[in-house]
């Protein structure tokens, strides 16, 4: 059986538009990510033993539990809580929740290194703490922690290919679609391979010309 050309280029349009959700869950995921993670950080880096602790807690949970596990979870129990999502959704919460477990420790490790002078010198000037946080240490930490959080985008953009247990037609689960169809798996999930590839190559250009905007300013 030889090469076929022919296959990749008719079922190209249905993978590069099942690529579009893969494109979805992991950027709203890495929203969910920074917003939810900044918090989490915040808590962790808290003087309230109890915050620190319940911080620490979620922290360990969701990197020790596998995410396909996290998946199933939240959109098999949240509507016994009352919250019936459409699958997208559950899935986008779930790989956000998740990885914001993962940017407060990027998040944490980078605030550490900013000297601890600028958090003494905001706090003789009388600056609240949200506005500590907000103006003077999440900026820098971004700045500082941007290389791994472009990472974490990265590593989100392969992950999302789990939501395909949950119904979700993005890139994995259409290819695998497709080969059921046409009987041609090495085609299929070579362009899968490489569209994957170009995604995660587009955000780390991307991530290198802002970090270098970043230097730079």
Same mark, same amino acid.
């Given at each position: 059986?030889?090469?076929?050309?022919?296959?990749?280029?008719?079922?190209?349009?249905? @993978?590069?538009? /099942?690529?579009?959700?893969?494109?979805?869950?992991?950027?709203?995921? @890495?929203?969910?990510?920074?917003?939810? +993670?900044?918090?989490?950080? *915040?808590?962790?880096?808290?003087? #309230?033993?109890?915050?620190?602790?319940?911080?620490?807690?979620?922290?360990?949970?969701?990197? &020790? !539990?596998?995410?396909? !596990?996290?998946?199933?979870?939240?959109?098999?129990?949240?509507?016994?809580?009352?919250?019936?999502?459409?699958?997208?959704?559950?899935?986008?919460? *779930? !790989?956000?929740?998740?990885? /914001? %477990?993962?940017? *407060?420790?990027?998040?944490?490790?980078?605030?550490?290194?900013?000297? *601890?002078?600028?958090? =003494? %010198?905001?706090?003789?000037? #009388?600056?609240?703490?949200?506005?500590?946080?907000?103006?003077?240490?999440?900026?820098? %930490?971004?700045?500082? +922690?941007?290389?791994? $959080?472009?990472?974490?985008?990265? $590593?989100? !953009?392969?992950?999302?290919?789990?939501?395909?247990?949950?119904?979700?037609? =993005?890139?994995?689960?259409?290819?695998?679609?497709?080969?059921?169809?046409?009987?041609?798996? $090495?085609?299929?999930?070579?362009? /899968?391979?490489?569209?994957?590839?170009?995604?995660?190559?587009?955000?780390?250009?991307? &991530?290198?010309?802002?970090?270098?905007?970043?230097?730079? #300013?």
């Amino acid at each position: 059986m030889s090469f076929s050309f022919d296959t990749i280029w008719q079922n190209l349009p249905y @993978m590069l538009t /099942a690529a579009r959700w893969t494109i979805l869950i992991s950027v709203a995921g @890495m929203a969910i990510s920074l917003i939810w +993670g900044t918090f989490l950080c *915040a808590a962790r880096l808290s003087q #309230g033993a109890i915050t620190r602790r319940a911080a620490m807690v979620y922290i360990s949970f969701f990197r &020790g !539990v596998p995410l396909l !596990v996290q998946l199933l979870m939240f959109y098999y129990m949240l509507p016994f809580i009352g919250l019936d999502l459409p699958a997208i959704q559950a899935a986008i919460l *779930a !790989v956000g929740l998740c990885s /914001a %477990a993962y940017t *407060a420790e990027i998040l944490r490790g980078a605030i550490q290194s900013i000297p *601890a002078g600028q958090t =003494e %010198a905001a706090e003789a000037l #009388g600056i609240p703490r949200f506005s500590l946080w907000r103006r003077i240490l999440v900026p820098q %930490a971004v700045r500082i +922690g941007l290389p791994s $959080l472009v990472n974490e985008l990265i $590593l989100l !953009v392969k992950v999302s290919s789990l939501a395909s247990v949950v119904g979700i037609g =993005e890139l994995t689960r259409i290819s695998q679609n497709i080969t059921g169809q046409t009987y041609r798996p $090495l085609e299929i999930y070579l362009a /899968a391979a490489a569209i994957y590839f170009i995604i995660n190559w587009i955000l780390s250009v991307m &991530g290198r010309l802002v970090e270098k905007k970043l230097q730079v #300013g």
